[in-house]
């Protein structure tokens, strides 16, 4: 079986189904998109298991707290690998995380930001080591995300053959 | 002629001049760089056809509507083009619509960014088809966009050479 | 001596050290990451001498002046070379400045985000010239960035081997 896919089983997590969208949100846009041994990612948002948005939604620092914020980023991974899986087939070709911007949607007064973001981070490292899993991120606070998500994460990955 | 420009004009679109900053402003970047068969392309805003600041200014869901601002990402996405076609020469040379970062000047309340950003999205995967030009992308609020404009979209693409 | 160290010390500008968290944050993330001639540099912050945050902190168009942010997104560009530093060796091996993304701490009626990050841009294109330092770029108003950092940015370089 494949590495990190065995790690994932270990762990008890589970990769949810395809992003559905809102009702009535046309998504004009691709996943995942390679070209030579790169795999630009879109943002993702957390997702429940069936695909629909994860709750709770709302602002870190309002109604969600810091760990319900990392909690919500630890969810984006899963769904950016899910993603990634159905793209590449295995997540063993994910050799590289070179990229990644975390974004929090955030009330008036919160900037931890990185404390939100390393529930993604955390997970990445955890799965695929530090020398591949380490990536360069920003953290930052944004003034909205799509339907009142908390965390929404792009990146770009190196990927083998 | 070169087919995308072609399917512009036959759309009745065309493409602005070049960006002419707000008086004052010092703009010490380029608005694509090409290396290998990348361009990166800087943020860019709607473009009245004299290559000025579209009109109307603001954020969305507060002056603004969502079709507005869907109305702006177009003209963001014609700006673009013509950015493209200064540096490239001709715009079929884009092989590979791969990253796009959709910004939204946004009222407190508006989180539907996606549906103000297809209007970049829909445009360019009508002119370049599903396969070249369906783009990975986040869609999010921002604070604050430089001089008020409602929408800025920056991106990274793949040429010919 | 490396040529744009040299520019540097001629302009009386030192690197600083490398950044010091605030206590208690984790920070699971690589400054810099490459993979062939392209590297990847996380968001960086105005840093003092000895790598910790900067003064002042806050909002520009609140407590910091635009010419405060100017000179917040200048001590960012010094972070940001002393990360290529450490990583490269020598900051000519900076052959291409590709992309920048320039993220301003907004206070809400502020928009001149451009004037702000210029600050980062004089500098690299002063020190590497127009055709290595020009970059494409976004520079934007941010509702939140780590710790109330005044300005963060991030950017892609193309490097010699």
Do not use: C
């Not at 955890?126 to 991120?137: D, F, I, P, V, W």
């Amino acid at each position: 079986m494949a590495k990190i896919e065995a790690k994932l089983q270990q762990m008890g997590l589970a990769l949810p189904a395809p992003l559905k969208p809102p009702a009535g949100l046309k998504v004009p846009i691709a996943m995942v998109k390679i070209t030579g041994t790169h795999a630009y990612v879109s943002g993702h948002a957390p997702l429940a298991a069936d695909g629909s948005l994860a709750n709770p939604k709302g602002k870190v620092g309002g109604e969600l707290t810091v760990e319900q914020g990392y909690q919500a980023a630890r969810l984006t991974a899963l769904a950016m690998l899910a993603s990634l899986k159905r793209e590449l087939g295995d997540l063993d070709r994910v050799t590289n995380w070179l990229k990644v911007l975390g974004m929090v949607n955030v009330a008036p007064t919160f900037n931890e930001t990185p404390r939100v973001i390393n529930g993604f981070s955390d997970l990445i490292v955890e799965l695929y080591g530090k020398e591949r899993g380490l990536h360069t991120r920003s953290a930052v606070g944004m003034a909205a995300l799509p339907f009142n998500i908390p965390v929404e994460i792009e990146a770009e990955v190196e990927i083998s053959k």
